[in-house]
């Protein structure tokens, strides 16, 4: 198809709106904007690698340099592999947020799982460009296979396999709009890969995630720091009040003690008194 590579340009217009919308605004540094924030900045790589040096590839490069364009090919391999990894990590932490067990370790257990992430990300990538990949081209389009391409298909039935698991082991919380976006993945890949065994010339695997990222922005947690400025300001306004009224109660309660105290001490005088009369 000469238009093959029309899904991803529109697919990147979405996606540099979305970072710019995104990026505007303060916002709470929490561990899903954390995660929200590298699979955006992944998501526009992975397009821009699509549009740009991907075409160039495929039009030029597979006539005149195989070996260059099979190389500059295997990035959007690359990409994928980043991507769902950044996916699958988002999934396990909003799955151990709702499992109060598991509330406190998340912090002690975000760095290594980083570091492990970025370990398997680099020796997946060696893997990719070790492996062979073959290119087919027809009609100004093209689509790859071979052992880099199965080792990637392979790796992500891997981890959504353990994000079936993982879903399944918090089913009574599957309603949270926070796994709207898992469930159109899993749903919106299934057409896809139909559609793409039919023509496999098509990408629209990064257009598709490009719509989960959308997805994500409108179902997590997203506070923006105007909102919790406004919350912290009546929450300060909230405590002041109270220590207002805390003053004040204790100043009444100095005021009545001090005639109750000067009635007493008369009373005292009284019995004082009778007794020497």
Partial sequence: MQNAIFFSIVSLVYSIVLVLFFFSKKRMESDENKIFKRMLIINL??????VVPATFAIRCLLKTNIPLAI???KLIL??????????????FLITLKDKRKYQNKINSYSKPVNII?????IISSFIVY???LNAYQNNGAAYTYGPAATYIYLLSAILIILWVIVLASNFKKLRNKKYIPIFAFIIIGVVVIVIQSIYPELTLMLSMQTLIMYLMYFTIENPDIKV??????????LEKNNENRSNFLFRMTQEVRKPVSNIFNLANLIDTKNEYV
Avoid: A, H
Avoid at 45 to 50: A, F, N, S, T, W
Avoid at 117 to 121: A, F, G, N, R, T
């Fill in 78 to 91: 690359v990409y994928f592999i980043i991507w769902i990894g950044e996916f699958t990590k988002y999934i």
């Fill in 117 to 121: 992430s970025v370990i398997i990300y």
């Fill in 71 to 73: 190389n500059v090919l």
């Fill in 130 to 132: 070790k492996l062979p």
């Fill in 228 to 237: 919790i400025g406004e919350l912290n300001k009546n929450k300060d306004i």
């Fill in 45 to 50: 790589i992975g397009l821009l690698i699509e």
